[in-house]
């Protein structure tokens, strides 16, 4: 198995210490996830890294229409997004061998 035949899947991945300095990994990651594995969904791979597809919490200041919304109208959702995850941030990655996350693990990286 490679990162390749990981996309669309759910990988674990230990991230080096550099990528913890990351400030957009900051704002998309917990910290105490980044301290050891964070499960991630690989959208796709380029020679620059992996893009991850993720969940986060957003504010839309504007409606469908491309109005602004007063401060009052605003509200939250969880909006999905693809961040990359460059190789030097990755020390290690395994895929799980069947489709459950928690199963034994195969070594990517």
């Known amino acids: ?10 990988v674990r991945i230990a991230l ?8 957009v990994l900051q704002l998309i990651l917990a910290p105490k996830t980044m ?9 796709s791979i380029d ?7 993720h969940e986060i919490e957003a504010e ?6 491309g109005e602004k919304l007063l401060q009052t109208q605003r509200e939250k959702k969880f909006v999905r ?4 995850i460059k190789w030097h941030y ?3 990655a395994y895929a799980p061998l069947d ?5 034994k693990m195969k070594f990517l990286r």
């Open 99 to 103: 489709d459950d996350v928690n199963s």
């Open 47 to 53: 020679e620059m890294g992996i893009w991850i597809e």
């Open 90 to 92: 990755i020390e290690g």
């Open 1 to 10: 198995m490679s990162f390749r035949d990981s996309i669309g899947k759910n």
């Open 60 to 65: 839309l200041d504007e409606d469908e229409d």
């Open 81 to 84: 997004s693809k961040f990359l």
């Open 35 to 43: 301290e050891k594995f964070i499960i991630v969904k690989i959208d």
């Open 16 to 23: 080096a210490d550099v990528a913890k300095e990351d400030k």
